[in-house]
């Protein structure tokens, strides 16, 4: 089945660690995006990329980094300059091209740092 | 930064009745958008509006695009408990970015 995959779905990390989250879609899928969400906030953009070996940062970039070194796979590494990491991660795919490319989501994955 | 105020936050209803939430915006949209996430999951779109004053509808759900351009409406009518969630706006900015708003969180007491 086609879709985007993230893992792990709860993650724990001691304060001060690097932590990279998984991201892959077989969706074929130009585009990729990584959102943070808080309790009864809306979506935040973290970096999107657009094309393999290219990305740009989003509204909330500090303290994370990304790679696009293949179409399918955009891990997001949450660093130890992040203040505030602990929060759920989604990330996203879609085509690009037209006006709109409707987004897809993935599960999540839940990161508490302890 | 842009933003989208999304209201109610939150909404304790019964089965059977009718919802309604929107979303304005200082900015012009291009796009809006809605989605509902479940518990622990990714956002789902739900319906998808391209045109000021447009009138789009999803089974029981209705949305539409303010003529404005700064705002959009969802209506859920005869609310079932499978209809719980958050559901949020999402307007498509000039530069292809999507901004999402704060969410309502929708319980229905069966």
């Known amino acids: 089945d086609g879709g985007i995959t993230q893992s792990p779905k709860y993650l724990f990390r001691k304060e001060g660690q690097n932590v990279t989250l998984s991201c892959e879609q077989n969706l074929n899928h130009d585009a990729m995006y990584w959102y943070r969400q808080d309790p009864g906030q809306g979506l935040r953009l973290i970096y999107y990329s657009q094309i393999v070996n290219d990305f740009q940062k989003g509204d909330i970039a500090e303290g994370y980094s990304v790679s696009r070194e293949k179409k399918e796979s955009f891990p997001l590494t949450v660093t130890s300059a992040q203040k505030n990491p602990t929060a759920f991660y989604l990330c996203?795919?879609?085509?690009?091209?037209?006006?709109?490319?409707?987004?897809?989501f993935g599960p999540g994955t839940r990161l508490t740092v302890l | 930064g842009q933003q989208l105020n999304q209201s109610p936050q939150s909404m304790f209803i019964q089965e059977g009745e009718d919802v309604s939430m929107n979303c304005t915006s200082s900015s012009i949209f291009n796009t809006w958008l809605w989605y509902k996430q479940d518990p622990g999951e990714g956002p789902v779109l739900l319906i998808a509006l391209y045109k000021a004053g447009e009138l789009t509808s999803n089974g029981r759900l209705t949305a539409q695009f303010g003529i404005t351009r700064k705002d959009s409406f969802l209506n859920i009518s005869a609310s079932i408990p499978s209809d719980v969630g958050i559901y949020f706006c999402?307007?498509?900015?000039?530069?292809?970015?999507?901004?999402f708003g704060q969410g309502t969180e929708l319980s229905v007491k069966p």
């Open positions: 996203a795919s879609s085509t690009t091209g037209d006006d709109y490319n409707e987004q897809f």
């Open positions: 999402a307007g498509l900015d000039q530069g292809g970015k999507l901004i």
